[in-house]
């Protein structure tokens, strides 16, 4: 199975300003990674697909950068309601695998 | 507008089974894969496995094989989860999951179930 790992495990923030995550797979799993943001007792939304391809709906202040094995997601001006845990997820090959997950916080 | 309605919470006891459902609306399931992922307490995201409604082919995780049963109904549109043989660590929140088309993304989540495995 392909393992993601996602550093940091938590990262406090400024509003304002710039941040990036990470997520690393441990074998290449192409540009199939995928970013959600999971806000308490709510369920997984969908940020960016194929590594940096924007959705509908989602702030322009995400972006998604990376392909292989090292992948980034980026929040240009980081607002209060954007602390949240964000997860990687990789769709390359069955089974599909998420990383553990890298929580904002306030600083 | 794409929706995915969850079944309510479960409790269950240790040993026994309990059956969610997940009924989409403004979507037909036969042009996509339904797929179901758990969250244990504190935790992260945990695929649990797919299925294609039009044909009933699964495919699973292998830590889920022998645990989790995923079936569809075309008719009423709605996916089903099975979970066998109850282990308190089988306490989750299991969401059921899907994208247009095969999509290797899930931009459509149900609310969640809480299945709760007490005696």
């Known amino acids: 199975d392909v393992v993601l790992t996602q550093s940091p495990a938590t990262l406090s923030v400024t509003p304002g300003e710039r941040i990036s995550l990470s997520c690393r797979a441990s074998e290449s799993v192409d540009t199939y990674l995928h970013w959600y943001q999971q806000k308490p007792n709510e369920s997984p939304r969908l940020l960016i697909k194929?590594?940096?391809q924007s959705i509908s709906g989602i702030p322009s202040r995400f972006s998604g950068s990376g392909s292989g094995t090292d992948f980034t997601l980026s929040i240009n001006g980081v607002e209060l309601e954007d602390l949240s845990i964000y997860y990687c997820?990789?769709?390359?090959?069955?089974?599909?695998?998420f990383g553990a997950g890298t929580k904002l916080e306030l600083k | 507008e794409v929706q995915l309605q969850q079944s309510g919470a479960e409790l269950g006891k240790p040993g026994t089974s309990v059956k969610l459902s997940c009924k989409v609306s403004?979507?037909?399931?036969?042009?996509?894969?339904m797929h179901w992922v758990n969250q244990r307490p504190g935790k992260g995201l945990e695929w649990i496995g797919r299925i294609d409604p039009a044909n009933g082919n699964t495919i699973y995780a292998e830590k889920f094989k022998s645990k989790a049963t995923l079936t569809a109904d075309t008719s009423s549109n709605t996916a089903y989860m099975q979970l066998s043989q109850l282990k308190s660590d089988d306490t989750a929140i299991y969401f059921c999951?899907?994208?247009?088309?095969?999509?290797?993304?899930?931009?459509?989540w149900g609310q969640g179930t809480l299945v709760t495995v007490s005696s």
């Open positions: 997820q990789q769709g390359n090959s069955l089974p599909y695998t």
């Open positions: 194929y590594a940096s």
């Open positions: 403004g979507y037909n399931i036969r042009n996509t894969y």
């Open positions: 999951a899907a994208s247009r088309g095969t999509r290797t993304w899930f931009a459509y």
